[in-house]
T-cell receptor
Framework: GAVVSQHPSWVICKSGTSVKIECRSL??????MFWYRQFPKQSLMLMAT?????????EQGVEKDKFLINHASLTLSTLTVTSAHPEDSSFYIC??????????FGPGTRLTVL | GNSVTQMEGPVTLSEEAFLTINCTYT??????LFWYVQYPGEGLQLLLK?????DKGSNKGFEATYRKETTSFHLEKGSVQVSDSAVYFC?????????????FGQGTTLQVKP
């Protein structure tokens, strides 16, 4: 199957700063990527669908100005958490794939906002 | 709305014990159902799936049957190994035309002791 990497795997930042998380497809050209958020002992929640060359589609309740998604190439999608606050601390996971049974997930990025 | 509920963990078993992880769902229409597994330090991997009622998905000794009458998709394995220790996620696929959206349960941690 496809290989997806995320960088960084772990980041700590101060409140008010912005953090960029990268999701790379290492051996697959991904026109569609998904960003999920996972709180401790809770399920993954889909945040947005990232489409190469177009605007991302955000799920209800997700602030698009808070979580900026850029999918500028077929191998890279980025999620930027702007003006991060402690409540944004979470585990962020990306996946690639168009259909529900061919999604490949990255290992996740743990964000801690102090 | 659509949702997935899994039994809470952690589940601790001895090697060669029988495993059941319960999963029930709420959905409109006819979703596909999945079990994903996440080994330590790795991304989620598809373990098995079922796309319609009464289908049985199976892989690596694990199996689950899509039960529409009980809205369940319980994961079972007859004899677990230490290498099965991981977090298991039940999920359903929503949307038409393979939009790729997945709704996850909260995950169940399995610990298998030798």
């Amino acid at each position: 199957g496809a290989v997806v990497s995320q960088h960084p795997s772990w980041v700590i930042c101060k409140s008010g700063t912005s953090v960029k998380i990268e999701c790379r497809s290492l051996d697959f050209q991904a026109t569609t990527m998904f960003w999920y958020r996972q709180f401790p002992k809770q399920s993954l929640m889909l945040m947005a669908t990232s489409n190469e060359g177009s605007k991302a589609t955000y799920e209800q309740g997700v602030e698009k100005d808070k979580f900026l998604i850029n999918h500028a190439s077929l191998t890279l999608s980025t999620l930027t958490v702007t003006s991060a606050h402690p409540e944004d601390s979470s585990f962020y996971i990306c996946s690639e794939g168009k259909s529900t049974d061919t999604q490949y997930f990255g290992p996740g990025t743990r964000l801690t906002v102090l | 709305g659509n949702s997935v509920t899994q039994m809470e963990g952690p589940v601790t078993l001895s090697e060669e014990a029988f495993l059941t992880i319960n999963c029930t769902y709420t959905a409109t229409g006819y979703p596909s159902l999945f079990w994903y597994v996440q080994y330590p330090g790795e991304g989620l991997q598809l373990l098995l799936k079922a796309t319609k009622a009464d289908d049985k998905g199976s892989n690596k000794g694990f199996e689950a049957t899509y039960r529409k009458e009980t809205t369940s998709f319980h994961l079972e394995k007859g004899s677990v190994q230490v290498s099965d220790s991981a977090v298991y996620f039940c999920a359903l696929g929503t949307g038409s035309g393979n939009t790729g959206k997945l709704i996850f349960g909260q995950g169940t941690t399995l610990q298998v002791k030798p």
